[in-house]
């Protein structure tokens, strides 16, 4: 890319303009925040805001180098790769910094610690990175993702069996890949579950995948659907919270999709056939996408699938990986977050090629004559945006814009909230449990059957919920097991969803 057209492009979390030489921590900051994404300039010498070319003195230069590099080397712990260009626009000098991403995350200040130093990009701002994205910069150094690592807390028991199943049949069917034996041998080449010494944990994508209730150990792994009247987020027609393993969740999630879209139908021969306002291969291809590409490691955060009067918006918590921009989507650039996640669905046929979903989706779109779908990346969270409208017709993009962000800041403060409070108490509160709480806040006396039969999981996976709560001080029970009646020992939100 030609210098007058990087000058062209506002800034982003690969570039940034200084009209003059900032102080030397700025230049830290950003040389740790490139470093630890995919890389980055700084061009000194043009306005931030509308882009001026003013320049810089020629006899600066020199003194600019020095300073330039003895920051990067001082500074910056380890020291990434840089170089320094001078660049003449029509007469005016320009200072250039290149950052090259690094191998040897996370980079920091190093005066200030690995934990307390280290900085990310975040759109066009350096953000001091959380303890989360640290041990998430520390993985990408060993290239071993999130959903690789053991749960610690879960056991090869949490693993149903039917799940398993499920993935071995999808896969024959999808791959023709003979069925093997669900053992031991087989999660472990899979990546189900880990062995260290004597003993053997899931990991993350075997607790996914095949958990019936990976909300428990992985919290805001479930799937938030919304259906609001109009097109603001001020009144619900319908909501549900989407449980299970990733493979039910996507199907589920896609039957509240169906369920609450409109329909037209047309006679064709002696048939009646019916069409969604929307292609559901699209639809379906941004949520597995959501599902497969999100970041599991953000603990509260959750996948959001609402439906207005003229939109459908899938956000998902994680932006796009640092050597991928909203720019290379569809165009078969591809970098996967989930390696083990990503492998298992396109095995199950759930994804048909790494970097062409996208492809896919505007291709549907398109064979639907409908304007084409909108992809954002905004404070950490990566959003879809389908619109009913046709070609041709406006998309009114100020009420979406105006909406978008209202969403994503609800998102972001929600993830913000459940995280404080995680941090806070010093444990997790699983989707399941809250809607135990709430149960019992509502009817003191309801017994483990209805709560069972209210939730839609196994009288056994109750009890297991009410005795970690019960150890983590929410709750107890008073009188015997008949005539008794349970009190909650502490008073926090429950948000729950509407009954229809």
Request: aromatic share 6%.
């Amino acid at each position: 890319m030609s210098i007058l057209d990087l000058i062209s492009l506002p800034e982003s979390k690969t570039l940034e303009f200084k009209e003059t030489m900032p102080n030397p921590e700025a230049i830290a900051k950003t040389a740790c925040g490139f470093a630890n994404g995919g890389g980055g300039s700084i061009i000194i010498g043009v306005t931030d805001k509308d882009r001026k070319t003013v320049g810089i003195n020629e006899r600066d230069i020199s003194d600019l180098e020095e300073k330039i590099s003895n920051i990067v080397y001082t500074l910056v712990e380890p020291t990434p790769a840089f170089n320094t260009t001078v660049l003449n626009i029509e007469g005016k000098l320009l200072f250039k910094i290149e950052i090259f991403p690094g191998s040897l995350k996370p980079y920091h200040l190093k005066n200030k610690g690995e934990v307390e130093g280290t900085y990310i990009r975040l759109g066009s701002t350096n953000r001091k990175a959380d303890i989360d994205t640290i041990e998430e910069l520390r993985r990408r150094r060993m290239n071993i993702g999130f959903d690789e690592i053991e749960v610690l807390e879960a056991s090869v028991d949490d693993l149903a069996i039917e799940n398993i199943e499920l993935y071995l049949e999808k896969r024959e069917k999808a791959r023709d890949i003979p069925r093997a034996a669900p053992d031991t041998e087989f999660l472990k080449k899979i990546k189900a579950i880990r062995q260290q010494n004597a003993t053997v944990h899931p990991t993350v994508a075997g607790i996914l995948l095949f958990s019936n209730e990976p909300e428990n150990y992985i919290s805001g792994a479930v799937i938030k659907c919304a259906r609001f009247k109009g097109n603001d987020m001020d009144e619900f027609i319908d909501q549900r919270i989407i449980t299970g393993p990733l493979f039910t969740q996507a199907e589920e999630t896609i039957a509240f999709f169906k369920k609450n879209i409109r329909r037209s139908a047309k006679i064709e021969g002696l048939y009646r056939t019916e069409e969604y306002e929307y292609p559901e291969k699209a639809i379906r291809e941004a949520l597995v996408n959501a599902i497969c590409h999100r970041d599991y490691s953000r603990r509260g955060a959750d996948i959001k699938f609402a439906i207005f009067d003229n939109r459908i918006e899938i956000t998902s918590p994680g932006g796009l990986l640092p050597n991928v921009s909203i720019e290379d989507l569809g165009t078969g650039v591809s970098e996967l977050r989930n390696k083990v996640i990503g492998k298992i669905l396109n095995e199950s046929g759930l994804i048909e090629g790494y970097g062409t979903g996208v492809l896919r989706i505007r291709k549907y779109i398109q064979e639907k004559g409908l304007n084409q779908p909108e992809f954002r990346e905004n404070n950490g969270f990566f959003k879809a945006i389908f619109f009913n409208s046709k070609i041709g017709e406006e998309n009114k993009e100020g009420e979406v814009d105006r909406e978008g962000e209202k969403e994503l800041k609800e998102v972001d403060r929600e993830g913000e909230k459940e995280l404080k409070e995680v941090d806070r108490e010093g444990e997790k509160i699983t989707e399941n449990q809250k809607i135990i709480l709430n149960l019992i806040k509502n009817d003191p006396a309801i017994s483990i059957k209805e709560m069972s039969k209210a939730i839609g999981i196994r009288p056994s996976s109750i009890d297991k919920n009410i005795k970690t709560l019960k150890e983590k001080s929410y709750l107890r029970r008073e009188g015997t097991a008949k005539g008794g009646y349970w009190k909650l020992l502490k008073n926090i939100e429950i948000d729950q969803p509407k009954s229809n």
